[in-house]
């Protein structure tokens, strides 16, 4: 069962706490980060929503802009392959003109045995999870460290207790962690 909790940030944080700055948000388009890029943007912050399909992204996009009337940019892009983060990090410079915050939120996951997964399966989770968020954030840090930005990395405690089925997902996850830690 699915939900989303739209908890009313308005009434904790000054209402234009994020004005003028910038949020690059992988997996903006649905779920947890789509809830997130909506928070700032009614906290003041434009915001780059990423995700590979441009359908669901313009969706989403289209969405915000109704709802909170803020300036929202929908770029496809696959966080594993470099050159689309790249790319998507130029295009939200040219129309923002900076990157203050940065949401490493793209994931993928799903319910399987460790004997049933699939070679193919496992990685490409590592490949969303962890190495999406190191080539998001290597391809953010230059404008981050201009504007004295911030990261902040969606994770999971699925690693600390093992969770059944979610072998996976641990694994990135884990890895994301130790990255954060790094930064």
Do not use: W
Not at 97 to 117: H, M, P
């Amino acid at each position: 069962m699915y939900f989303t909790l739209k908890m009313a940030t308005e009434q904790i944080f000054k209402n234009d706490i994020l004005k003028g700055k910038v949020a690059f948000v992988t997996g903006g388009g649905s779920g947890i980060c789509k809830g997130m890029t909506e928070a700032m943007l009614r906290h003041g912050a434009k915001a780059a929503i990423i995700s590979r399909s441009q359908d669901k992204l313009d969706k989403a996009a289209e969405e915000m802009r109704k709802e909170i009337g803020a300036e929202v940019l929908a770029i496809a892009a696959d966080v594993r392959k470099p050159e689309d983060i790249i790319k998507a990090v130029e295009l939200t410079i040219e129309k923002f003109g900076r990157i203050d915050i940065l949401v490493n939120g793209a994931a993928g996951n799903f319910l399987s045995a460790i004997e049933t997964l699939s070679y193919r399966a496992f990685r490409t989770v590592i490949e969303i999870d962890l190495i999406g968020t190191f080539n998001t954030s290597k391809a953010c840090f230059p404008h981050l460290k201009k504007s004295k930005g911030v990261v902040i990395n969606v994770s999971a405690n699925l690693h600390y207790q093992a969770t059944l089925y979610q072998s996976h997902a641990m694994a990135a996850k884990a890895g994301v962690d130790a990255l954060t830690r790094v930064y």
